[in-house]
Each structure stands twice: as C-alpha cells, then as structure tokens.
C-alpha cells in the first residue's frame, strides 16, 4: 500500500513538475506548483513526519503557491501567455540538469549498499514527531530559531519597502 | 528499494528545477523552478533524517528552517519582480539588463 501510494505521488510530482517548467501559461505553471508542492506533503506523511506535512500544507501549498498566483495576477499579461516560454539558453540548462542528476543518481545508486547497511526497521507507528521538533527548535536549535525568526522579519519589512509606491509615476524608490 | 527511490526523486525533482532556473523567459517561472529545487532538497533532508537518525528528527527540524527560508525568499523574490515590472514594464528576464556593460 506505501508503495503504491509513493509510485502514485511521485508521478504525480515529475509530471506537475515538468509543467511548471516547460508550460507555456504562468498560471497553469503556479496551479501545477500547488499540485506538485501538496504531492510532496502527502510524501511527507508517507514518511510520517506529520509536523513537516502540516507546515508543507499550510507554508507551501496554503501560502507560497498562493503568493505566485497573486503575483501572475498582478503583472501578468494575457499576450506574454503565448510567447515562448523558453530563453536561448534552454540547451545550456538542459544540459546542466542532466549533469546534475547524472551526478546525484550516480552517487545514490553507488551508495546503494550502504543505504541497505543503514536501512531502519519501521518506525513506531503512530508517534508524533511534534514533541521532539519542538524540544529541538527550543533546546539545540534555540539560536536558529531566533535568527530564522528575525529573517522573517527583515522579509517582512523589505517585501513592504520594495512593492511600496513612493510617489504618483509608480517608481520604486530609489535611495 | 524504497529509500533509494525517495532519494531518486528528489534528486530529479532538483534537475527540474535547475532547467527552469536557468532557461525559462518568465521571471515568476524562474522563482517557482527555484522552489522546486527547495522541495528536492527538502524531501531530501527527510529522507537523510529517516535513514540515519530514526530515533529523533533533527533533519526534519533541517528542512523546517529550509522551508522558513524558502517562503522569505519567495516573499522578497515577488516583491522584486513586482517593483521591476513597474519601472520596466515586463517580466522577461532579457529585458533586465540594467547591471549590463
């Protein structure tokens, strides 16, 4: 059953996210993100990180996914729809990502043994992994936590600063 | 085997997102390639903290900060391309060259 459900959510990602990439509409680009984004929560929970599932939900799928299509509905235009979607560097890229996989499965391939070595048994089913997230981020990771806390912050204010208008003519402000 | 496949996946999904970054026009496009990438490396992390430290989840800690950092890029990447497309009036990456000699 885990098996059948992880085959269905990974072709579920791969197909989603080829079209994120190679589809020429933007916004059939940031639907098929939210798609591609809640197919890996739900493998997530296949690997029941349940805290992880719920912050990939609400983060990604609830949050991000949603600010993209703002965005297309802000400065989207109808016409630059079915313009070509891909820039003359599309070869250079294909061939960079090619490499890269080529590179990370060969190594994962080549770790195959030790990856069976170090295979866990099942883990206890049922356990919620919030409590020891929450002792991490509030024990070892306090510091983290904080400076993540004041990353958000300084995002806040500069997504703020940057989309403000300054004056009538619509410029950012330049100082 | 299945932590292998999980492991495959992300690395593909990584790929993915390193062709859009690189060879999409659209700027939004280019931003949602790159939290593709995000994901893979995510999906990653939790797959490492399955196999290595099955007792605990400092790894899903891991990918709990990479997706903090992710939404704040996300955020100041859209207000980006926002204050852009009102001074150039597009969203193709050609049309930036402002930093071009």
Known sequence: ?175 | MEPLHYLLLSAALFAIGVFGAVSRRNIISVLMAIELMFNGANLNLVMADKLLHPAGSLGQVMALFSITIAACEAVVGLALVLAIYRKYDTVFVEKFNLLKG
């Open chain 1, 1 to 175: 059953m885990m098996q059948v459900l992880f085959y269905f959510f990974a072709a579920i990602i791969l197909v989603s996210a080829l079209g994120v990439v190679l589809l020429k509409n933007v916004v059939h680009s940031a639907l098929l993100l939210g798609l591609c984004l809640a197919m890996v929560a739900g493998l997530y929970g296949l690997l029941s990180a349940d805290f992880l599932f719920a912050a990939q939900v609400l983060i990604y799928v609830g949050a991000i996914a949603l600010l993209f299509l703002f965005v297309v509905l802000l400065c989207g235009r109808r016409a630059e729809f079915s313009e070509k979607p891909l820039n003359q560097a599309a070869p250079a890229g294909l061939l960079a990502a090619l490499t890269a996989l080529a590179l990370l499965a060969g190594v994962i391939v080549q770790s195959k043994a030790a990856l069976r070595l170090i295979m866990p048994g099942p883990s206890q089913a049922g356990a919620s992994t919030i409590v020891s997230i929450g002792n991490a981020i509030l024990g070892p990771f306090a510091v983290g936590m904080e400076i993540v806390g004041f990353i958000l912050l300084t995002a806040l204010v500069g997504a703020v600063l940057l989309t403000k208008r300054s004056d009538k003519t619509g410029d950012v402000k330049e100082e």
